[in-house]
């Protein structure tokens, strides 16, 4: 039996990279401009993935990360106690060492392999929508964090390389890479309006506009610190901001913010359809359904999990949950909702013309809109975001 590798998102790996050095929650929250309610919420998704019961934990399992390139099981990791940080930080540096006596070990034993051993790059995969079958593969020399498409281009931002690129379907080619115009990294992106939009993760200037035409950025929104996720739907742009609970409504002919909503705790993930706006809300596991013309909450979903990532499609709204392993099928006429069990915590979901698709670790598989049964299933080491067009599903992978 091939099991899935426990696979944290971009802000847990964060989160837990900060346990590491030792801050505190307070501390963490500071650094990343989230509240420190949020910062306790990441670190018990960490624990519950990774079946610890300490920071001390999952610093150690951390460490020996970076210093055996991502392969070590958390099995394996000594229980251990909440030390002090000089005691926690000993106890890391002893791991860090046995760690990378074992790389050196295994270094040694592949330079005296006649096989020669292929390096993995980050890149961006294409799949046949209707065969499950692997078309092309795209290298980016950046790890993908998010796509969108719009404007005859699949788009692509990096958090860590702090990049925007542009890749052309047809001939799967990159053809522009911008870095991003302030210091903060890029975390959420759309296309609409003839402009892609570029959500920042802190700093005032958090909203920027990239022109496709000009190649070149516009002058940004200001929103302030906290945006999470963002859509464009029903001509107007949507943003969340997991600080304030708060969503703004942008007209993206004049910029101006046109309507500031309060929703529920942390909200992230957002999608437009239906004539409404479904925004998930992490803390509370909720989804809060606003109007589009009136910009009013009508109402809130409770959910069998924390959503992660939303879709509309298929007379639907579909959200899947990473914590609880869980897609759920939300009807927008009634909000009823239908349970369908996804193994491996999904963190994303993506419709094309005929099909749903949701990628967990280490897979992505089809959906049935229709009977929701589970179909084809790719293994993809290192997966890390969905898009899709009509045909098509595009999948990042991170080299590990």
Excluded: C
């Excluded at 002893?94 to 006649?114: C, E, F, K, Q």
């Excluded at 007209?251 to 309060?262: C, G, K, L």
């Excluded at 879709?311 to 914590?323: D, K, L, R």
């Excluded at 992505?364 to 975001?385: H, M, Q, S």
Aim: proline share 5%; no cysteine; charged share 20%.
């Amino acid at each position: 039996m091939k099991t899935a590798p426990i696979s944290l998102t971009q802000r847990e790996r964060e989160v837990a990279g900060l346990v590491a050095e030792g801050l505190t929650n307070r501390e963490i929250a500071t650094k990343l401009f989230i509240s420190e309610r949020t910062a306790e919420y990441h670190l018990e998704q960490i624990r519950n993935k990774l079946g610890f019961h300490s920071r001390a934990q999952i610093a150690v399992w951390m460490t020996a990360q970076a210093a055996n390139r991502g392969r070590v099981d958390p099995a394996r990791v000594i229980q251990a106690r909440s030390w002090p940080r000089a005691r926690r930080l000993s106890a890391v540096l002893a791991v860090t060492a046995i760690a990378a006596t074992g790389v050196a070990i295994a270094a040694l034993a592949i330079n005296r392999s006649a096989v020669p051993v292929a390096s993995p790059v980050d890149s961006v995969i294409q799949i046949d929508d209707g065969t499950g079958r692997l078309i092309g593969t795209i290298p980016t020399d950046a790890r993908g964090s998010q796509l969108a498409f719009g404007e005859g281009y699949l788009w692509e931002i990096s958090y860590s390389a702090r990049t925007l690129m542009r890749i052309d379907p047809h001939s799967r080619a990159v053809v522009t890479t911008k870095g991003v115009p302030v210091g903060a990294p890029p975390i959420g992106l759309a296309v609409g309006a003839h402009w892609v939009w570029v959500v920042m993760a802190f700093g005032e200037k958090s909203l920027w506009r990239f022109d496709p035409a000009t190649n070149q950025w516009s002058d940004p929104i200001g929103l302030g610190t906290g945006l999470a996720g963002i859509a464009y739907g029903d001509n107007e742009i949507w943003v969340s901001n997991k600080n304030n609970n708060l969503v703004y409504r942008i007209d993206p002919t004049s910029n101006a913010v046109t309507a500031t909503i309060r929703v529920g705790r942390a909200p992230e993930a957002i999608s437009v359809g239906f004539g409404k706006v479904w925004v998930g809300n992490a803390l509370d596991a909720t989804i809060s359904e606003i109007d589009a013309n009136s910009a009013a909450v009508k109402g809130t979903i409770a959910l069998r999990g924390a959503p992660t990532a939303i879709a509309t499609g298929f007379g639907a709204v579909w959200v899947v949950s990473e914590a609880a392993s869980l897609l759920e099928r939300i009807e927008p006429s009634t909000d009823a909702a239908l349970v369908v069990s996804v193994d491996s915590g999904p963190s994303g979901v993506a419709i094309t013309g005929s099909s749903l698709w949701v990628i967990a670790a280490g897979q992505v598989v089809r959906v049935d809109p229709i009977t929701r049964a589970l179909g084809t299933t790719r293994y993809i080491n290192g997966a890390e975001a969905i898009s899709a067009d009509d045909r098509s599903i595009w999948v990042t992978v991170h080299a590990p």
